[in-house]
Nanobody, 124 residues
């Protein structure tokens, strides 16, 4: 069973930064692509960012491009989402996910394993 575990959520004011972490099982870390998604209250889950298996290819949603950065530390088996210049519209539960596909995919249907989510709240 592959169970990613997110951490690092919280409440911040607009304009501030947060870094989310996601610990992934060691056997998935180096070979599989990973991603972050979010779901705001009353809305559908949406893609945020993805990273391919080698860490060389990234993809971002237009809403976060230039503000968020996805990365991973293979030695720590950890995936990160660094978020800068946060806006109230970034408020959501953020999920990390792991896919057996090697590329940085944006479609959530390709992701097989999901974390439980961590809440991010941005106040104006």
């Amino acid at each position: 069973q592959v169970q990613p575990v997110e951490s690092g959520g919280g409440s911040v004011q607009a304009g501030r930064s947060l870094r989310l972490s996601c610990e992934v099982p060691e056997r998935t870390n180096s070979n599989w692509a990973v991603g972050w998604f979010r779901q705001a209250a009353g809305k559908e889950r949406e893609f945020v960012a993805a990273l391919n298996w080698s860490g060389q290819e990234t993809a971002y949603a237009d809403a976060v491009k230039g503000r968020f950065t996805i990365s991973k530390d293979n030695a720590q088996n950890t995936l990160y989402l660094q978020m800068h210049s946060l806006k109230p519209e970034d408020t959501a539960v953020y999920y990390c996910a792991v896919t057996t596909v090697l590329a940085a995919v944006v479609d959530s249907r390709w992701y097989r394993y999901w974390g439980q989510g961590t809440q991010v709240t941005v106040s104006s």
